[in-house]
Structures are given as C-alpha cells and as structure tokens.
Nanobody
C-alpha cells in the first residue's frame, strides 16, 4: 500500500513563492521517479517536474528557471520550490510516485490528493 501526503499549497501574489512537499510511505521496492503534476480547470493534467532515482531533474518548459524539484531518498520526500509565480501557474498540484511493488512486476503510478495553488493579486 502506498500513501502520499502533500502540503504547502495556498494563495500567493504574482511574483511570490511557495514550496510544496510530498511525503511517501509504503512498501514499494523501487521508485524510479517522483514528481509533480498540475491540472488547471478545464485542462488536462500536465507534468511540472520529475526527479529520477538516478539524479536527473526534468521540467516543463513553462516552469524552467522558476521551479526547483528536490528529492530526498532517505526521507522519502519530494519537494517543489516555486518562485516567480504567475497567474497561469494556478492549478491543483499533484504529487506522483512511479514505482514497483515487486521487482518482477510492472510499475504503477500513485497520486497524492492534490493541493490548490492560486496565484492572484
């Protein structure tokens, strides 16, 4: 069983900063990737940033240079530092863990409950 707990959303003015945190607990044997997605009203869920177990960090073009993802394998956490926020960053942000329950099985995607980020003056 996998459990993800998110925190850190809220209301912020344009140009401001927020930090999202996600803590994983469970029995996955391997977690190749941890990341953040977002979904704005009427739009599809999109990748914001992902941190792989190998150390790679990948970002959506729209957030490069403004957002930073960090992953702590010892604590099983993944954080998203969001700076220079814009109104178009407004969305529900979801933590994602992609992992294997068994070494010989397929991977699965697990999702947090979502946290609202609103950027508005």
């Amino acid at each position: 069983q996998v459990h993800l707990v998110e925190s850190g959303g809220g209301l912020v003015q344009p140009g401001g900063s927020l930090r999202l945190s996600c803590a994983y607990s469970g029995s996955l044997v391997s977690i190749p990737a941890m990341g953040w997605y977002r979904q704005a009203p009427g739009q599809e869920r999109e990748l914001v940033a992902v941190a792989t177990a190998g150390g790679s960090r990948n970002y959506a073009d729209s957030v490069k240079g403004r957002f930073t993802i960090s992953r702590d394998n010892a604590k099983n956490t993944v954080d998203l530092q969001m700076n220079s926020l814009k109104p178009e960053d407004t969305a529900v942000y979801y933590c994602n863990v992609r992992g294997y329950a068994h070494y010989s099985g397929p991977f699965s995607d697990y999702w947090g409950q979502g946290t609202q980020v609103t950027v508005s003056s």
